[in-house]
């Protein structure tokens, strides 16, 4: 079975697909560490209580850093609907810090934690998968 040559306009495709996939990823994840940020520095009795954690901060401390990532999170996947590189390049970094906070504060929250991880690094993993050579044309609209 011979299969036909991927076109441009496919790879183009599979380029904005991808970053828009990591764009709504982004949007749910940093609406998700807002809401945890708030809900950490409001009322931090949510979470379990871990007194002898290496990274020991206060509750309303790590709510504070997931508030500040979740804000810079959303900004950053509304910039990457516009498809462009500076906000496939923030929204590394931010997922990158994201992920690290998450880990983090593992002993915090177990579960949501680890499911953060993961969506963070589906959304790495999405904005590094596209090449340089398969970014869609910028007047194409999407």
Known sequence: ????????TGKAQAATGLTLFAA?????????????GIMAI???AVY?????????FSLAGWGWV?????????MIGVGLFRISLWARILGIVIAALLLI????????YPVWSIVLIALYAFVIWGLCVVRREEEPARGSGW
């Not at 906070?101 to 915090?108: I, Q």
């Open 24 to 36: 709504v990823m982004m949007l749910i994840g940093g609406f998700l560490n807002l809401f945890r």
């Open 101 to 108: 906070s998450n880990f983090l504060s593992l002993p915090y």
């Open 48 to 56: 379990l209580k871990t007194p002898d954690y290496v990274f020991k």
């Open 1 to 8: 079975m011979v299969s036909a040559p991927e076109s441009s």
């Open 42 to 44: 409001l009322h931090n």
């Open 66 to 74: 997931h508030l500040f990532l979740g804000i810079a999170a959303i």
